[in-house]
């Protein structure tokens, strides 16, 4: 074996490590990914559809409120 290549122990060990970076889940969690309840997912739903929204006036944050007050919380 030469000194300046790396063993195949080692590379299959570096190969999970980089598959794992990708994980966005807990690999002990053996239950499908839900939602934490519904307010998180009510919270994600009004974020996703604000950032989809085009318009850009201030008076758009009524019809998002639960972002409004983000925005309140962070600007005043």
Known sequence: MSA?????????????TDDDYFAFTDPDDT???????DT?????LE???FLDNN???VAILNSYPLVKELVVQHIG
Request: charged share 25%.
């Open 4 to 16: 300046g290549l790396p063993n195949a122990s080692a590379q299959s060990a570096n190969d999970d």
């Open 55 to 57: 318009k850009r006036d």
């Open 40 to 44: 998180t997912y009510t919270c994600d």
């Open 31 to 37: 239950e499908v990914s839900q939602p934490a309840n």
């Open 47 to 49: 974020v996703l559809q």
